[in-house]
């Protein structure tokens, strides 16, 4: 259940991050939000807790600016793998990483309360 959370979480952030961001799109629906929402959900647990755990010396040293530019490749490879997702540049990538961060993270601190 806490991942179906998760992915509306990051399905909801990925639309706002639309709306605000220049250079980020999603073609269709709310289908096409929801599987965006899946697939960054699976490359941030997988691909991303392990660049996470790699960089994590670099993190410290950056006080957690590199994090920034694992996130931000996160969300690269989830427009590679989708068709529905398009994204303009390393730095509409990079604000929208911020964006989908926080958001999703807002969304999780109001949902975990809620349950």
Do not use: E, H
């Not at 952030?13 to 939000?33: D, E, H, K, Q």
């Not at 793998?81 to 990538?93: K, P, V, Y």
């Amino acid at each position: 259940m806490k991942f179906l959370f998760k992915i509306v979480g990051i399905a909801l952030a990925v639309w706002v991050t639309t709306m605000i961001v220049p250079g980020i799109t999603v073609s269709g629906g709310l289908t096409n939000y929801l599987i965006i929402g899946v697939v960054l959900a699976l490359i941030n647990a997988t691909l991303g807790t392990i660049l996470k755990v790699l960089t994590l010396p670099l993190a410290f040293l950056t006080l957690g600016l590199s994090l920034l530019v694992v996130n931000t490749a996160m969300l690269l490879i989830t427009d590679r793998l989708t068709d529905s997702l398009s994204i303009n540049g390393f730095w509409s990538a990079f604000f929208g990483a911020i964006l989908i961060s926080i958001i999703s993270s807002m969304f999780a601190q109001i949902t975990s309360k809620t349950i």
